[in-house]
């Protein structure tokens, strides 16, 4: 079985060994301290360990509720926000249709992640032509955005089904003792998953907030697991910084911050991974960004952004890095015809795969950034599959802990969101 891979041909003109080779003493540190969980935040460490460690009983457990869900749902919608759905949406994203559902899968519409008014009301709208279910996913049920939003579910799907009914299409996910949520999920009965205490929420997709909304997909939650205990063992065991990836990506990042790249471009050449590329720029931007540091983590789906972003990662300030995510293998064989008129002169790409073009693409706009000063990293996925996306997962979430312990800042907390909740709490006039 082959594994993802890191390749940093793209930018060992800007550095030399011995720059990564310095980073050993602190490198090793940092791996010490986070399995003896003595750095900052250790208390949320608990992902370090977690797919080798998810119980057969929870899986079944995951997998039974989500089989009861699909039997009675053509649609799921899936309450939470940031790290309380960002992951479920990325896994689900990458590993089924891009195109409205067509094989028997329930649709999964998401809401508590914005307050859009518009959007409500369309959701709403669309819920009540539709089967549906509810999973809140939320640590105490007080996070504004999915409170609102389950309020407004729940007093939708109390109309349409009847209050007992809706009870049985109610899933929560959320703390095992405390909070809002916990304390509702008790009063009214509905079945309820645990967010372990030390796992946060950007950390939390191997947790019943990523694997039961997978599941309910038909994704092959083990699959994925496997994928990430793989990583798991790689990662943690080997902490030489070139043979271990998640280490050598944080020292790499780490180095190209130093030498003025403060931006970094995560891009996929499918709209499949967009949304584990936001899954990708809240685990590190909430991680990173603090006490006035930190990459700042951005997003790109080419070929369609190179007709937009494009121009200015090729020409506008060079303060940036890129990190291509490679798929190396596509399932969906798709082959340019021949055209007898060739009016549109691509006969010389007749015969050819839509794949054999993206990846020149790939290779052709690497070289291109590269020329202009854009260093790049390549993340080779074998292919699209829950293994390996699983793979991804671990990979990325131990680079990022990694890499904020680099930079010198806790990766586990977020003291920064609560400004604005302080501004619109005062604003609204919360008692
Ligand atoms: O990573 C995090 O901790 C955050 O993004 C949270 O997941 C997000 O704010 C949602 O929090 P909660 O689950 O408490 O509603």
Redesign the pocket.
Known sequence: MQNISLNIEGVRSLLTEDEINSFTEKVSDIHNSMIKRTGRGAEFLGWLNLPSSIPEYSIRDIKETALKIRANSDTIVVV?????YLGARAVIEALTSSLPSVNGNPAVLYAGNNISEDYFSELLGVLDKMSYSIIV???????TE?AIAFRLLRNHIEKKYGKEEAKSRIYSITDKEKGALKKLSDEEGYTTFV?PDDV?????VLTPVGLLPIACTGIDIEELINGAADMETLLNDDQEIEKNISNLYAVIRNLLYEKGKAIEIMAAYTPKLQYLIEWWK?LYG?SEGKNGKGIFPAGVIYTTDLHSMGQMVQDGVRNIFETVLNVQSEKGIVTIPEDPNDLDGLNYIAGKRLSDVNAKAIKGTMMAHLDGGVPNLVINIPELSPYYIGQLIFFFERACAVSAYLLGVNPFD?PG?EAYKKNMFKLLGKP
């Open positions: 939470g926000i940031g790290g309380s996913i939320s640590k105490y049920g007080t996070t999915p967010i946060g929420g950007r950390f939390s809240q909430e977020q969101v």
